[in-house]
């Protein structure tokens, strides 16, 4: 207190100095961020306070689909139904791929891109086809090449191995997900809640498999292209600053269809069902064929097989 | 309290010309950070020139850098606590000073280094949904937080008691003082558990078809 | 909904037709001598286009098998198919030429389109085999 009267006068006009240097301050700061004013995406006031997917009970979920249709229908002017597929019981998925068959010729990487609405233009795409030379190394992650020219696909001399997510029964990226954005379901598909995901990678660098992928920009899709069959956690248009993967196309697989890269599949490379039910395609597949899973000697459990056999 | 904090307020504007100086050329490189990071807000994280293949750059590198700065920064007080070096008393609050700075810092790499700050109260324990005892990030900004606002408390009780002229009382800032200084490596060691956890799976991998992908510097193609 | 990438359909091949089947290199050994439009059985009845994978099994049992189990060729629909009409299964014909069995597929797609920094010309070989070994 008693400083404050001593230096009273001293005090006055450093204040006014100050007042000015700290106006001029406020004022760089509003030009610095000026930026913002043409910002790609501000989420509304709901999309804000919107709870996790868990915690929403069936009304939340109604107003909520309600609300991202119609800013889907505002944006792409298609209409559609957010559909929310639950796990079917007795259902754990599985997947297997036919290396000795496969040509690289990339038709799931587009029927893929297609089916889930990923970013065209940055391109997202969910599955990686490596190429590795036979002779030699065999398969060997290494040498592998995975953007190799597509004139040279289908050559008798490589493998072809396409990665995907490999839904694995430990996975390492919901271990290490901060907020539970991104967790495991019933039938053994590893979902994201793109309205949760808080947009830290942590996942994506804790993923061995490399099957993550992150919107560094605004996802763009052009409407005409727009996959109208839409579920809640799969292929609903993203947003800027999430994450997303491959998810075995729920919003097919839970009513009983194929996923989109197996149906785009021209060898019949590509298997899918169920790991519960003995007589499907996969169970007599993996009882039969010579299989193994990608780098098997992490613990992670992929429900994802490779398969060898002519 | 408030005197406390209006000198303190007042006193950031005395200074000679090589103070001035020095503060204009640190909010000019300020004024430049923000509006870069106006921009990645507007654009996404596309700007930073990360990508799926480089999916952690320079922020995380920063901040691995300075939680080290600060577990550090505490290891100047031990002289004076525990080895009862009188000279070294005089540095202590300067210390303690930077380790706040490296802290804040640090968690301010970690929100920028976000795609969606605006989600961040998901990271808030009671509204949010924490994964607690499973990520190690959640650990990471725990532990960081408590660090920072031990030494904050060391920091402002000692800088207020010398204010009003009084020495300060030990018991009030000697225990946190030595928590502090066991605190120190528990950053060090979940940070170091936060990285290594990441690359748990993908370390032993090559780097090109794992996910490993921490590019601290440039790397030639 | 998804569109086919190639529609189902049975091209006939007139004209001079290479035979390329191996061994294979009779006419009659399929095609059933008495009536063209059917194809030979063991027992030397016909069999219909619809079944053409009966005359397939004749030599091929095995893929056959497969076939049958689904763990080889292409399908299509559901996963959980409880009728046939939920189900396309890709006959033998609709993917292999039957005079030139060999699976031919000409279209593929391009690579992936990386930022320009990300573009490799060359293709990295490291040459530990520790790193090899676990992989």
């Given amino acids: 207190m008693d400083k404050d009267q001593q230096h009273g006068d001293l005090n006055r006009r450093d204040f006014i100095t100050g007042m000015a240097v700290t106006l001029a301050a406020v004022g760089a700061g509003a030009a610095a961020l000026s930026p913002l004013t043409n910002a790609e995406e501000i989420p509304s006031v709901d999309a804000f306070l919107q709870e996790h997917y868990k ?169 005409r292209e727009l996959n ?12 800027l600053g999430v994450m997303e993967k491959c998810t075995f196309c729920l919003h097919r697989t839970r009513v009983g269809r194929y996923p989109a890269c197996v149906e785009a599949c021209p060898t019949g490379a590509r298997k899918f069902g169920n790991l519960k039910d003995p007589e499907s395609e996969v169970r007599k597949i993996i009882e039969n064929e010579r299989v193994y899973v990608l780098k098997e000697e992490l613990g992670t459990v992929p429900k994802f097989y490779y398969v060898f056999a002519k | 309290m408030l005197p406390f904090l209006l000198h303190g307020f007042r006193s950031v504007f005395h200074g000679g010309k090589a103070y001035w100086i020095w503060v204009s050329a640190l ?62 008393h005089k540095i202590v609050i300067f210390s303690e ?64 008691a010398t204010f009003h002229g009084r020495k300060p009382k030990p018991l009030f800032y000697v225990p946190v003082v030595f928590l502090a200084i066991a605190w120190a490596p528990s950053i060090h060691t979940v940070t170091a558990f936060f990285v290594s956890r990441t690359w748990w799976t993908t370390l032993l991998e090559h780097r090109r078809h794992s996910g490993g992908k921490l590019q601290l510097l440039p790397q030639p193609r | 909904m998804p569109l086919p990438f190639f529609r189902r359909r049975f091209i006939p091949r007139y004209g001079v037709i290479k035979l390329n089947h191996g061994a294979n290199d009779r006419c009659y050994n399929c095609h059933l001598i008495q009536d063209r439009n059917k194809y030979a059985a063991n027992d030397g009845s016909g069999i219909m286009h619809e079944n053409v994978e009966k005359m397939c099994a004749r030599c091929h049992g095995l893929i056959y098998k497969d076939w049958r189990n689904g763990t080889h060729g292409v399908r299509r629909g559901k996963w959980s198919a409880q009728t046939v009409f939920e189900r396309q299964t890709f006959d033998c014909t609709e993917c292999h030429d039957p005079h030139s069995p060999r699976f031919q597929f000409k279209t593929y797609a391009s690579p992936p389109v990386w930022p320009d920094k990300y573009i490799r010309s060359t293709i990295i070989v490291t040459d530990h085999e520790s790193v090899s070994e676990s992989s």
Wanted: charged share 20%.
């Fill in chain 1, 55 to 223: 915690r929403l009970t069936a009304e939340d979920k109604k107003k909520i689909f309600a609300r991202l249709e119609k800013k889907i229908e505002k944006t792409y002017g298609v209409r559609t139904t957010i559909k929310d597929p639950k796990p079917l019981d007795d259902v754990v998925y599985g997947y297997t791929l036919n290396i000795g068959r496969c040509i690289g010729c990339r038709k799931c990487v587009y029927a893929c891109m297609k089916e889930n609405n990923t970013s065209r233009n940055p391109q997202i795409q969910y599955i990686r086809v490596l190429r590795m030379k036979k002779e030699g190394r065999g398969i060997d992650l290494e040498s592998a090449d995975h953007d190799y020219p597509q004139n040279e696909a289908g050559d008798e001399n490589y493998y072809y191995m396409p990665v995907q997510c490999q839904q694995c029964e430990n996975p390492p990226c919901v271990k290490v997900c901060p907020v539970n954005a991104t967790w495991k379901e019933k039938d053994g598909i590893v979902v994201i809640d793109y309205n949760w995901c808080i947009g830290c990678r942590y996942c994506e660098a804790a993923c061995p498999y490399h099957a993550r992928r992150f919107n560094f920009a605004k996802p763009q899709v052009p409407s």
């Fill in chain 2, 27 to 88: 909010l000019f490189f300020v004024l430049i950070g923000l509006n870069v990071y106006a921009r990645q807000l507007a654009h996404g994280l596309v700007i930073t020139g990360m990508g799926d293949e480089v999916s952690w750059g320079l922020y995380i590198a920063n901040f691995a850098f300075l939680v080290g700065m600060a577990a550090a920064a505490v290891m100047m007080v031990i002289p004076a606590y525990i080895f009862k070096d009188k000279e070294m």
């Fill in chain 1, 228 to 239: 109208p069959d839409m579920a809640y956690l799969s292929n609903r248009p993203r947003y």
């Fill in chain 2, 97 to 160: 000073m930077f380790a706040v700075a490296a802290m804040i810092m640090c968690l301010l790499f970690v929100i920028v280094d976000l795609g969606r700050p605006d989600r961040f109260w998901h990271m808030v324990p009671v509204i949010g949904f924490f994964n607690w005892p499973g990520s190690l990030l959640t650990w990471d900004v725990i532990v960081l937080h408590v660090y920072l606002f031990l030494n904050l408390y060391v920091c402002a009780y000692v800088l207020y």
